[in-house]
């Protein structure tokens, strides 16, 4: 997908950001290719444009779309695999895939077990970022500050454990 200067997008590494520029860039002596200057809170982030491969940035969520992860974050959590091994490679597979749908599953998964019991140091820091993640994206696709957000993702997962 080629992306415009001033479009919204999400970096699995850093977050949600805005394009603000498409340049070519010669990096390391190496020909030059078009990369995408994105903005992400303090940092600068440039990214290959990579027509025929899927990049690793993908548009924010269509506020269209919302009313599903509302459901999804209130949903079951799935059973998480009792070996922490396999737990964390699912989780990390999960991570990688950087959609939004994902993030949110992480999340409402994760949350569910921190209920339940306590987290390894590695499921406590996914659960960090993904959550990161999670609020920054709510907040943007809703026009909410990050607080907000915050509070409408934690009171969903909470509904979620009353059902």
């Known amino acids: 997908m080629q992306y415009k200067v001033g479009e919204l997008v999400f970096h699995p590494v850093h977050g949600v950001g805005e394009i603000v ?12 290719h078009p990369y995408y200057e994105v903005s992400i809170n ?5 990214v290959l444009i990579e027509p025929d491969k899927i990049g690793s940035l993908r548009p924010i969520t269509p506020k269209s779309e919302l ?7 209130k949903s079951h959590p799935i059973s998480l695999d009792r070996d922490f091994r396999t737990r964390r490679n ?5 991570f ?5 749908q994902a993030t949110c599953e992480i999340v409402r998964d ?6 339940l019991k306590p987290l390894t140091g590695y ?11 999670l609020i920054q994206e709510w907040a943007m696709v809703n026009g909410l500050t990050a607080t907000e957000a915050a509070r409408d993702v934690q009171a969903l997962l909470v509904e979620g454990r009353k059902e």
């Open 21 to 32: 520029a498409i340049k070519e860039l010669e990096i390391n002596g190496a020909e030059s």
């Open 42 to 46: 303090t940092t600068t982030v440039w």
């Open 67 to 73: 009313a599903g992860y509302r459901r999804l974050l």
């Open 90 to 94: 699912d989780l990390n597979s999960r």
């Open 96 to 100: 990688k895939e950087g959609t939004f």
């Open 110 to 115: 994760l949350s569910a077990r921190r209920y």
């Open 123 to 133: 499921e406590s820091t996914l659960l960090h970022r993904a959550g990161e993640f």
